[in-house]
């Protein structure tokens, strides 16, 4: 490091802002989000029966809030873990190539983008 | 020397520019008392074993910051770190962590000063200010604002323990950060938009992937891990708001 | 640098803590693949819902639980660290209240989202 040289500002504030927003989605809602969907609706326990049906889900997909909070938790969920799988890419050793870019935050892109076309459409 | 004479092994990482071709280890036998620290025991090595043994040392009271060791892998000042704790086992003692070895246990530190400097370690003063204004009044609020970062003692052992500063040496790392924030957070100090252009440099506090070892090892409790997470809030402010804000930070 | 991260507990505690990111993401693609269904009607949704109840999958969700669940307490455990210092009657807060704060936190958001979720399927 010389103190000469010309540094360049780093776009790293985009990224750290989304690792941080989702990393705080999912250490609020998350824990409860899994229940919910991956064990209390399908093993019929808590919530009534129809909590997730087609006509409900719909319905929630829908609704503007509903929306942006589907989309929310699936895009910030994505971005928070390319941050740190991609650190931690670097961290083991493989470094920041393009491969692992597209690995990581090219997958979070991809998935918002299609998160975003179909609640669009709905 | 009587019977009950403690003796521990100490394996010191040892290399010789002019006639090594890599570090090597050495195991030396030191008798020793309840009250010796570890960088007793290598002035033991010292004068008793071997004269060339190198190291550094001044005040050995935890104020100096120059007797910093990896001492059983643990970035720690070797004098305030005692042999009874290790004791019967071996303790190892290696130059610290993510510098370059310039002798033995002593490190080449030319690097961390340069980071030193470019943060800008003095009072910017907001604007000029002559004699007959008198001296600067500040409240205990504002001292207490950065006094916890007044308290660093350039031992740079946070630098040993950060895994980012060993991944990327440019990393301007744990203490400079912090005390980039020290006078930052100084009422008196005028150079926030001046340093804010190296911490949200490339080189700056996004390195760091909080992994808050620096703060843990730190001998003086200065959490230099926050100084820099706070700072990427900072930063991450200056990013985003730089075209309202006529201050802003860097280009 | 190679192995760094085994050479220190604190070091291998962070890449757990790191690590949970892949369930993190693993979990957003189920829901991903829950609302590209829900964009083809109703069949497809049922059979996404079916999909949940198998074994494979209920485990895979207890796995994502235990991970997202660690997830957030980490998150919120390193607040003193990642978090401007809180300052409360000028004074600043230990380090313990702003960790429980945080926990205390998603604990309410965990409990709101449940009884939200309970209210529109009521
Ligand atoms: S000799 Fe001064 S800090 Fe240890």
Redesign the interface.
């Known amino acids: 490091?010389?103190?000469t040289k010309i540094?360049?500002?780093?776009n790293?504030?985009?990224f750290?802002?989304l690792f941080g927003g989702g990393g705080m989605l999912a250490a609020l809602f998350g824990p409860m989000l899994v229940f919910i969907t991956g064990l209390a609706i399908p093993l019929g326990l808590l919530l009534p029966a129809d909590t997730m049906s087609y006509a409900k889900m719909l319905a929630f997909a829908q609704n503007i809030l509903g929306k942006g909070f589907i989309f929310a938790v699936i895009a910030l969920f994505m971005w928070h873990a390319a941050h740190r799988i991609f650190?931690s890419l670097?961290?083991f050793g493989v470094h920041a190539g393009t491969g692992c870019k597209l690995l990581t935050y090219g997958v979070a892109f991809v998935s918002t983008i299609v998160a975003a076309v179909i609640l669009l459409g709905l | 020397m009587s019977d009950t004479q403690k003796i521990i092994e100490i394996e010191v990482l040892r290399y010789n520019p002019e006639s090594d071709q890599e570090p090597h280890s050495q195991v030396y036998k030191v008798p020793f008392t309840d009250d010796m620290s570890v960088l007793q025991g290598a002035q033991y090595i010292k004068d008793n074993f071997d004269g060339s043994l190198t190291y550094r040392w001044s005040c050995r009271m935890a104020i100096c910051g120059s007797c910093g060791m990896m001492i059983n892998?643990?970035p720690k000042l070797s004098c305030e770190t005692f042999l009874r704790d290790y004791y019967p086992n071996r303790i190892r003692i290696e130059a610290m962590a993510h510098f370059p070895i310039e002798k033995d246990l002593v490190v080449d530190l030319s690097?961390f000063m340069?980071?030193l400097?470019?943060i800008q370690p003095y009072i910017i003063p907001k604007e000029p200010r002559t004699l007959e204004q008198g001296e600067y009044i500040q409240t205990p609020?504002q001292f207490?604002e950065f006094i916890q970062y007044t308290s660093c003692i350039n031992c740079t052992l946070c630098y040993a323990a950060c895994?980012q500063v060993?991944?990327n040496?440019?990393f301007?790392g744990p203490a400079a950060i912090a005390l980039a924030h020290r006078y930052n957070m100084d009422s008196r100090d005028g150079g926030q938009a001046q340093r804010m252009?190296?911490l949200?440099?490339?080189?700056?506090v996004?390195n760091c992937?909080?992994?808050?070892?620096c703060?843990?090892v730190c001998p003086k409790h200065v959490?230099p891990?926050?100084a820099v997470?706070?700072n990427?809030?900072h930063?991450?402010k200056d990013?985003?708001l730089r075209f309202l804000s006529p201050k802003g930070g860097?280009? | 640098?190679d192995g760094?991260?085994k050479?220190?507990p604190?070091?291998v505690e962070?890449m757990i803590h790191?690590g949970t990111a892949v369930f993190v993401a693993a979990y957003a693609l189920t829901l991903l693949c829950g609302l590209v269904r829900l964009g083809q009607g109703e069949a497809a949704w049922n059979a996404w819902l079916e999909a949940l109840k198998s074994p494979f999958s209920l485990v895979a969700h207890v796995v994502f639980l235990a991970a997202i669940a660690y997830h957030a307490f980490t998150w919120f455990k390193?607040f003193?660290?990642?978090?401007?210092?809180m300052v409360v009657n000028?004074k600043?807060v230990a380090p313990e209240v702003m960790v429980n704060t945080g926990l205390a936190a998603a604990v309410a958001a965990a409990l709101a989202l449940l009884g939200f979720v309970w209210r529109i399927a009521a």
């Open positions: 490091m010389k103190n540094r360049k500002r780093s790293a504030p985009i750290w802002g650190h670097h961290e | 892998g643990v690097g340069e980071k400097e470019a609020s207490a895994p060993g991944l040496p440019d301007i252009e190296l949200a440099s490339e080189d700056g996004y992937s909080a992994v808050g070892y703060s843990e959490d891990g926050n997470n706070v990427k809030i930063a991450a990013y985003f860097s280009k | 640098m760094w991260w050479k220190n604190h070091f962070y790191e390193l003193p660290l990642t978090m401007p210092p000028g600043k």
